[in-house]
């Protein structure tokens, strides 16, 4: 069983900057593909970046290249999404997911483990 848990959420400002983080235990991730996923009000979950076992291929969703960045600390068992010229429409809750394999993967149905999530709020 892998646990993770979700920080960094919190209010920002148009054009500001937050740095999530998921840390992960039970099992080192090192063999593990990682997500990050989100989830607006009344909408669906959709996917935001994912990142291979070793950080070396990454994936990001159309709505945040360019300016979100998914990284990984194998050695702290950690998952980093960097967040920067945030915008309103980013303003959900998001999720670290993790599964075993070392490709990267967008849909969250391939997840086997998931955080509770942590709240990102932008301000126009």
């Known amino acids: 069983q892998v646990q993770l848990v979700e920080s960094g959420g919190g209010l920002a400002q148009a054009g500001g900057s937050l740095r999530l983080s998921c840390a992960a235990s039970?099992?080192?991730?090192?063999?593990?593909?990682m997500g990050w996923f989100r989830q607006a009000p009344g909408k669906e979950r959709e996917f935001v970046a994912a990142?291979?076992?070793?950080?070396?291929?990454?994936r990001y969703a159309d709505s945040v290249k360019g300016r979100f960045t998914i990284s990984r600390d194998n050695a702290k068992n950690t998952v980093y999404l960097q967040m920067n010229s945030l915008k309103p429409e980013d303003t959900a809750v998001y999720y670290c997911?993790?599964?075993?394999?070392?490709?990267?993967?967008?849909?969250?149905?391939?997840?086997?483990?998931w955080g509770q999530g942590t709240q990102v709020t932008v301000s126009s």
């Open positions: 990142i291979s076992w070793s950080g070396g291929s990454t």
């Open positions: 997911a993790a599964r075993r394999g070392s490709y990267y993967y967008t849909s969250g149905d391939e997840y086997a483990y």
């Open positions: 039970g099992r080192t991730i090192s063999n593990y593909g």
